[in-house]
């Protein structure tokens, strides 16, 4: 149990395009998801806390205009990065927690490449 | 202020020799900790939760504990498929949901 899934897993775009994100729990709802971001041989980065039915909390630095939260249901988080450049090149990676627990459990990950 | 540290940051062992991983914490209050493991360019699998000093948890030849400081992730008689990052992760109390992650050990089992 516990299957947390993301789509795309790997995406390509130009400077300047928008870019969505989809995070789903699959066997579970989830009140609260994470996202992530993580640069090469550095651990996960928080950028933000999505609550269903609820904005987002960003975490310090993360601009909150650029990367558009959404959760819209118990089992749907997205993430769209809003004219994206090349520094915002990464992989994303989002979880879902399971309230009974405390436990997050991760998505696979989607490694955004910007040209 | 709040800090998790692991150790080493990386470990290299031969396949079948039994070793640790270290993570320690200085929280104000702790509600869980995590353990995860992270292969290259996927996303963390979630191995454990514990939640208390004193609590142990098994899964095939990993055995995660806990003290009021720190937490061991035993690996015994490891293999080569082992080899991966492993992180460790706190809940603090207090009606917290986001975690505090560790840099992680990265292991490799050398066949």
């Known amino acids: 149990g516990a299957v947390v899934s993301q789509h795309p897993s790997r995406v390509i775009c130009k400077s300047g395009t928008s870019v969505k994100i989809e995070c789903r729990s699959l066997?579970?709802?989830?009140?609260?998801m994470f996202w992530y971001r993580q640069f090469p041989k550095q651990s996960l980065m928080l950028m933000a806390t999505?609550?269903?039915?609820?904005?987002?909390?960003?975490e310090q630095g993360v601009e909150k205009d650029k990367f558009l939260i959404n959760h819209a249901s118990l089992t749907l988080s997205t993430l769209t990065v809003t004219s994206a450049h090349p520094e915002d090149s990464s992989f994303y990676i989002c979880?879902?927690?399971?309230?009974?627990?405390?436990?997050?459990?991760f998505g696979p990950g989607t490694r955004l490449t910007v040209l | 202020e709040d800090q998790v540290t692991q150790s080493p940051e990386a470990l290299r062992l031969q396949e079948g020799e039994s070793s640790s991983l270290n993570c320690s914490y200085t929280?104000?209050?702790?509600?869980?900790l995590f353990w995860y493991r992270q292969d290259p360019g996927k996303g963390p699998e979630f191995l454990f939760t514990?939640?208390?000093a004193g609590e142990e948890k098994e899964k095939e030849r990993l055995k995660a504990t806990l003290t009021k400081k720190e937490s061991f992730l035993h690996i015994t008689a490891p293999k080569p498929e082992d080899s991966a990052t492993y992180l460790c992760?706190?809940?603090?109390?207090?009606?917290?949901?986001?975690?505090?992650f560790g840099t992680g050990t990265k292991l490799q089992v050398i066949p």
């Open positions: 999505s609550n269903e039915g609820s904005k987002a909390t960003y």
């Open positions: 066997d579970f709802q989830a009140t609260t």
């Open positions: 979880s879902a927690r399971v309230e009974q627990t405390d436990t997050q459990y």
């Open positions: 514990l939640y208390s």
């Open positions: 929280v104000s209050g702790l509600r869980g």
């Open positions: 992760a706190v809940l603090l109390s207090g009606g917290y949901q986001k975690v505090t």
